[in-house]
């Protein structure tokens, strides 16, 4: 296939959307948000065999590939002979619900209200693996000519970092696609790479004496008091303005804070993190040096302090843009161009498993129904017609890269 001219011819485009039932579709996820596949313990055996069970009765080759034994991974192949190796990953592992009783809807009941399927799961992220093994059984049952083989690759662990999951699968040496999609929610729209990240921590340091002679020492508290405010001041607008086409500008967050012994001592010692999320250009080492830089300066005036910065927990990774002319993301846009849908190119704000595939070499993009912001709070849900569409997108994406002439 060529880059720029990806052909999608109509009538084949029918016969596969044609396969398309939308009360299996809306079946398979909720069935799927009924079994609570939470993470931690992330025990996903049971979330499997429902995609294996599909996959296999409509003739996929089953390959389940796992670290530990409650953490399968799905590896469905239809193998059209020689030709490209298009890859679909997805996870079916869900974070916890948080206090249930902020639930409206019982967060593993798959109720439908007004068009959504409620539940823990239900964007994030198994209507990303509902839309994708309900598109490869429609390109199967459609008997169109294809060529190569699609692999759909559901798996375990992603919310916890995916070295179990799609790391595994990345680094395995039988699975080898030429493109990549990983669904998570972009609401449907093209999702061409993702920011990057830098955790980071700053320590300052005191001097401890007595809380009643707080003369005596220095207050680490205070200090660091000190470096938030110049954070505040000097760099977050600094990173508002590095904006960039495809995502959210370059973002950072202190998330955590710890500092103090005792009522009545002066602390000595006072920590922030801070998740710095990142855009092309910025680098990893580079986002440290800066919050070191405010820091020591907000620090040096003040006797007796020092602040320590260096780099911490997650993160750790530039940010990833596929080019925009590449077969893979060409296909999907002519996808969404085919069904009307919003083809303007956009970049995910949080990581994806994609980053463990494009750590190999392979082209990756991301695409999935689902509107992130409702990730991970009670209440998730999903539009019904969000996971067609997202169905429909992913068949004819198929059909692009896999169609036989
Ligand atoms: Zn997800």
Redesign the pocket.
């Known amino acids: 296939m060529t880059g720029s001219t990806p052909r999608l011819d109509p009538q084949r485009a029918e016969r596969v959307l044609a396969h398309i039932d939308p009360d299996e579709v809306v079946a398979f996820l909720q069935a799927l948000v009924r079994i609570p596949s939470v993470n931690p313990p992330g025990d996903v055996r049971a979330a499997i065999d429902h995609c294996r069970a599909t996959l296999s009765a409509a003739g996929f080759g089953i390959e389940v590939v796992a670290a530990e034994e409650d953490k399968p991974n799905l590896l469905a192949r239809l193998d059209a002979g020689a030709g490209p190796v298009l890859l679909w990953n997805a996870?079916v592992d869900v974070v916890p619900t948080g206090e249930e009783s902020a639930w409206t809807y019982p967060p593993f009941g798959a109720e439908i209200h007004d068009g959504r399927i409620y539940g823990r799961g239900a964007g994030?992220?198994k209507a990303s693996v509902t839309a994708q093994v309900m598109a490869a059984l429609a390109l199967a049952r459609s008997g169109v000519p294809l060529r190569g083989t699609l692999i759909v690759n559901v798996v375990a662990d992603?919310e916890v970092g995916g070295a179990k999951g799609a790391q595994l699968i990345a680094n395995s040496d039988t699975v080898r696609p030429d493109f990549v999609i990983v669904g998570?929610q972009t609401r449907n729209r093209v999702c061409v790479g993702e920011k990057g990240a830098q955790g980071t921590r700053v320590t300052v340091y005191g001097r401890a004496a007595h809380g009643a002679l707080p003369w005596e020492g220095a207050n680490a508290i205070e200090g660091m008091a000190r470096v938030i405010v110049a954070l505040q001041e000097q760099l977050w607008p600094e990173l508002a303005r590095r904006t960039h086409p495809y995502f959210h500008p370059s973002s950072a967050c202190i998330s955590m804070i710890e500092g103090g012994v005792k009522t009545n001592v002066v602390p000595d010692r006072c920590t922030i993190h801070i998740d710095r999320r990142i855009v092309p250009g910025e680098t990893p080492a580079g986002v440290v040096d800066e919050i070191r830089r405010v820091a020591e300066a907000a620090i040096a005036p003040l006797p007796g302090l020092r602040v320590e910065v260096e780099p911490a927990g997650w993160g750790g990774r530039e940010a990833i843009v596929a080019p925009e002319d590449s077969p893979l993301v060409q296909a999907m846009l002519a996808a969404n161009r085919h069904l009307g849908f919003d083809t303007t190119l956009t970049g995910f704000s949080m990581a994806?498993d994609g980053r463990h595939f494009v750590a190999r070499g392979y082209p990756t993009i991301i695409y999935g129904p689902g509107d992130p912001a409702l990730?991970h709070k009670p209440d998730e849900w999903v539009g019904i017609d969000e996971v067609l569409d997202a169905t429909r997108a992913y068949a004819l994406a198929g059909l692009i890269i896999l169609g036989a002439a």
Do not use: G, P, S
Request: charged share 55%; hydrophobic share 15%; aromatic share 0%.
């Open positions: 996870h994030d992220d992603e998570e994806t990730a």
